[in-house]
């Protein structure tokens, strides 16, 4: 079962606009990272963010977590063409050590 | 380094035959996932190594799949037989934790079983 949730399923945005999309999760976590995957590519790593932390920043990227509501947020400013990909979030449960569970995934298609 | 490398990128193949799936994670690196990737069911953990011994394969589907780590820069998995429901993304990952950090993926391999 996925731990996590994205939201939405779909965003369609235009060069220069800000893309935001949310992850829940069910249970207590260590940690929540967020991965992107480009078209017929393998994931590749944003970011991480411990259950200590409330917030993150890495570049045009914004991370927030709230684990009272066990909710993140993804935030790419500025966006661009090349940002067009599926993004996913994973947590790293406390109670499934080792295991990343990941979230379906927002799909986000960035327009010229 | 070049990165966690899989082999071969795309198999077809016909259902009852015999598959199998190469990886060669990041030299350093103590763990190794393999994981599948449908529509349907999104990416799913199938089993995981830490130094070549698997820690958990509660993933695996079905006793049709097998994972094996013979030493630490290499790591197969074979489905046998196939059946068309296999067809997947099948993703090789390491890293130096487990959940604990980030996880290097490969390109994966795109199966058909036809």
């Known amino acids: 079962s996925q731990q996590g949730e994205e939201d939405p399923q779909a965003l369609s945005i235009q060069e220069g606009e800000n893309a935001t999309m949310n992850c829940s999760y069910k249970?207590?976590?260590?940690?929540l990272q967020w991965y992107r995957q480009n078209s017929g590519r393998g994931l590749v790593h944003l970011i991480l963010?411990?259950?200590?932390?409330r917030e993150k920043h890495s570049g045009r990227l914004r991370v927030t977590l709230d684990t009272s509501k066990k909710s993140s947020s993804l935030l790419i400013t500025a966006s661009r063409a090349a940002d067009t990909a599926s993004y996913f979030c994973a947590t790293d449960a406390t109670d499934s050590w080792g295991k990343l569970q990941f979230g379906a995934g927002t799909q986000v298609v960035v327009t010229p | 380094d070049a990165g966690v490398i899989q082999s071969p990128r795309h198999e077809v193949t016909e259902m009852g035959q015999e598959v199998t799936l190469r990886c060669k994670p990041i030299s350093g690196h103590d763990y190794l996932f393999w994981y599948r990737q449908t529509m349907m069911r999104g990416l799913e953990l199938l089993i995981y190594f830490n130094n070549n011994v698997p820690i958990d394969d509660s993933g695996m589907p079905e006793d049709r799949f097998s994972a094996k780590m013979p030493n630490a820069s290499f790591s197969t998995l074979k489905i046998q037989p196939s059946e068309p429901r296999d067809s997947a993304v099948y993703f090789c990952?390491?890293?130096?934790?487990?959940?604990?950090?980030?996880?290097?993926f490969g390109p994966g391999t795109r199966l058909t079983v036809l």
């Open positions: 249970t207590s976590i260590n940690n």
């Open positions: 990952a390491s890293g130096l934790t487990s959940g604990g950090n980030e996880q290097f």
């Open positions: 963010i411990r259950s200590n932390e």
